[in-house]
């Protein structure tokens, strides 16, 4: 099995920062994605930011949060951050961690999308 534990939310005033980090475990074999999503009250849960475990490749982000937000991976560590940097009231959301990985079970190898529990975003104007 894989989870993913998220950490950092919390409650920030508008033009604050926070950092969210997640942490991948299990039997993880190889990740080939990690990505944050965030869901609004009321709205649909939306991609924030993705980054591919392939050094010609750049990370992707929203276009909501493009020069705002930072993904780091630590593929090492199996370890995702997200550091958000001049919120907005309108960032308040859950956000959650997901990985795209391939996994050792007991008959090969198995390759599925993992998510994390989510963690509070809170933004006060």
């Known amino acids: 099995q894989v989870q993913l534990v998220e950490s950092g939310g919390g409650l920030v005033q508008a033009g604050g920062s926070l950092r969210l980090s997640c942490a991948a475990s299990?039997?993880?074999?190889?990740?080939?994605?990690m990505s944050w999503y965030r869901q609004g009250p009321g709205k649909q849960r939306e991609l924030v930011a993705m980054?591919?475990?392939?050094?010609?490749?750049?990370?992707n982000y929203s276009d909501s949060v493009k020069g705002r937000f930072t993904i780091s991976t630590d593929i090492a560590k199996n370890t995702v951050h997200l550091q958000m940097n001049s919120l907005k009231p309108e960032d308040t959301a859950v956000y959650y961690c997901?990985?795209?990985?391939?996994?050792?079970?007991?008959?090969?190898?198995?390759?599925?999308?993992?998510w994390g529990q989510g963690t509070q975003v809170t933004v006060s104007s």
């Open positions: 299990g039997s993880i074999f190889e990740i080939k994605t």
């Open positions: 980054d591919i475990n392939d050094r010609s490749r750049s990370p």
């Open positions: 997901s990985a795209n990985i391939r996994s050792l079970i007991s008959v090969g190898y198995k390759t599925a999308d993992y």
